[in-house]
């Protein structure tokens, strides 16, 4: 069974930096495309970054581009959200999700595997 398990959320600054990490069971991690996604209450779940299995091809929402940066560790089984000059529109549960298969995609239906979720809380 593939679990996934996020950590790094907490309470920060407008401004501020936070770096969220999601680390993957097993042992076919470099075969997973990867994704963050957040929700906040009431609203749907939405898309924030992927990355492929090598971690070459990178995609991101429109309202985090140029802010927040996905990577991956393959031999960490780790997948990493650096997110930078954050807003107070960036509070949410951010959540880890993994797909069968190597390439990212964008909609939440399009990943098998889900995280429990992490609180990022961003105070103006």
């Known amino acids: 069974q593939v679990r996934l398990e996020e950590s790094g959320g907490g309470l920060v600054q407008a401004g501020d930096s936070l770096r969220l990490s999601c680390v993957v069971s097993?042992?076919?991690?470099?075969?997973?495309?990867m994704g963050w996604f957040r929700q906040t209450p009431g609203k749907d779940r939405e898309f924030v970054a992927a990355?492929?299995?090598?971690?070459?091809?990178?995609y991101y929402g429109d309202s985090v581009r140029d802010r927040f940066i996905i990577s991956r560790d393959n031999a960490k089984n780790t997948v990493y959200l650096q997110m930078n000059d954050l807003i107070v529109g960036d509070t949410a549960i951010y959540y880890c999700?993994?797909?069968?298969?190597?390439?990212?995609?964008?909609?939440?239906?399009?990943?098998?595997?889900w995280g429990q979720g992490t609180q990022v809380t961003v105070s103006s």
């Open positions: 999700a993994a797909r069968n298969g190597i390439y990212g995609k964008t909609l939440s239906h399009e990943f098998d595997y």
């Open positions: 097993g042992r076919t991690f470099n075969s997973y495309g």
């Open positions: 990355s492929d299995w090598s971690g070459r091809s990178t």
